[in-house]
């Protein structure tokens, strides 16, 4: 059964930093690619980065510059760093394959707000 734990979301204010973890489990972690997501109300969840198996990362326009992926394969893990962070951010944040699968975590909020 695929499992994702998603932790490490709060309250920062404008200009802040906040580090997202992920757990994967039930998966073959090591030969896919992983993406952490986002999802207001009312809206669809968006891909903001996507880390290849090789760990090559892709991001969203919004957040270019400001947000980096890693992974650590050997422990299942996939991480966002989330720098200079602004209001828009706000968001619960989630991880998943990359084309997502149908199982989500609980997802992480992030709240970004002075």
């Known amino acids: 059964q695929v499992q994702y734990v998603e932790s490490g979301g709060g309250l920062v204010q404008p200009g802040g930093s906040l580090r997202l973890s992920c757990a994967a489990s039930?998966?073959?972690?090591?030969?896919?690619?992983m993406g952490w997501y986002r999802q207001t109300p009312g809206n669809q969840r968006e891909l903001v980065a996507r880390i290849t198996v090789g760990s090559d990362t892709n991001y969203a326009d919004s957040v270019k510059g400001r947000f980096t992926i890693s992974r650590d394969n050997t422990k299942k893990m996939v991480y966002l760093q989330m720098n200079s962070l602004k209001p828009e951010d706000t968001a619960v944040y989630y991880c998943n394959k990359n084309p997502p699968g149908t199982s989500w975590g609980q997802g992480t909020q992030v709240t970004v707000s002075s």
């Open positions: 039930g998966i073959i972690f090591n030969i896919r690619a």
